[in-house]
């Protein structure tokens, strides 16, 4: 999860600010990957970073871990862009302000929710969010077949009843999903309105001060453990500044749709970083489940992108 990601306007996937993505591409370190590998790289960052937060939750809790990867990401990302603090109306302060509450309750509501279910499962149903905020957009009846597809993978999922996975947790990831369609939305806005990464650093330096008092009472005095700092570093680094600045790379060169349809194989990759990093298998049916909730993103995701019109031809 999740994760502060770039955008894509309503697409099942992340959240850059999309004013960057027709910016002059600067292949640099990175640029040997291609697009789509810049694309695959942040995502098993994303996922292999929430696995190892899985395993820092011990020491510092869910609550914990979640501030120190906002703060250190906040950290970086204010070092790095040097976003301008005078200049912007009210409105843009209360985007920036909104963007930054919604991408601390989905950080937050994620992170509770992977702490008592599989990581892959967690990812499965917080995509449901992105997935349901594309669907109610196209407005077409083919999506209510991907929209049946999805909840077939949940039913799947739950056992018809969620009676093997803690309901809570689910909950949980449920309620991540939600965010992150707000999260979606209010990342469009912010790009608009804050030039390059700016609105973007602003927003995480929001979230780190809003669940700073909140991991310093769940965590106290374990928050300054040397260890345990460098590792919520590490988190934040693989969760949030890499794979931010890959997909912002890669947006330079990838259509929003195709970057969309990459990101909508995140539950896999997360099963995947379950598997290996917490020892988390799956059964044939979750399995199964998940493969539906990916079919019916990438399903979505097609069907909008067959709504835009082509450019007219120059004259």
């Known amino acids: 999860m999740t994760t502060v990601r770039s955008s894509t306007s309503t697409s099942t996937s992340t959240s850059a600010p999309t004013s960057t993505s027709t910016t002059p591409d600067s292949p640099g370190r990175f640029g040997s990957l291609g697009p789509v590998g810049l694309v695959l790289a942040g995502g098993i960052s994303v996922q292999f970073g929430g696995a190892l937060a899985v395993t820092l939750m011990p020491r510092a809790g869910a609550l914990g871990v979640v501030t ?11 070092v790095v862009c040097r976003p301008r603090l005078r200049g912007h109306s009210r409105a843009d302060w209360g985007t920036v302000i909104v963007f930054g509450l919604t991408m601390a309750g989905m950080n937050g509501l994620f992170y509770q929710s992977v702490a008592r279910i599989p990581l892959g499962l967690a990812v499965t149903l917080e995509v449901l969010g992105p997935l349901a905020l594309s669907v109610l957009a196209s407005r077409r009846a083919i999506n209510a077949v991907w929209a049946a597809v999805a909840l077939a993978g949940v039913f799947l999922l739950g056992g018809g ?63 300054l453990n040397p260890t345990t700092i460098a590792l919520g570093s590490a988190v934040a680094l693989l969760s949030s500044v890499l794979p931010y600045t890959l997909e912002l790379l890669a947006l330079r060169r990838l259509p929003a749709p195709t970057f969309a349809i990459l990101m909508s194989l995140e539950p896999a990759v997360a099963a995947t970083a379950g598997f290996f990093v917490l020892h988390q298998s799956l059964s044939l049916t979750e399995a199964a489940a998940i493969a539906l909730v990916i079919t019916a993103s990438i399903g979505a995701v097609r069907t909008q992108t067959r709504r835009v019109p082509p450019p007219a031809p120059e004259a």
Request: proline share 4%.
């Open 68 to 78: 120190l990867r906002l703060v250190a990401a906040a950290l970086v990302l204010l």
């Open 161 to 223: 009843g969620f009676s093997d996975l803690d309901p809570l947790g689910v909950g949980f990831a449920l309620s991540a999903g939600v965010m992150w369609a707000a999260y979606i939305i209010f990342s469009a806005r912010t790009g608009r309105r804050f030039p390059q990464a700016d609105g973007l650093a602003l927003a995480m330096g929001v979230a780190a001060l809003v669940f700073l008092p909140l991991g310093v009472v769940d965590a106290g005095d374990r928050l």
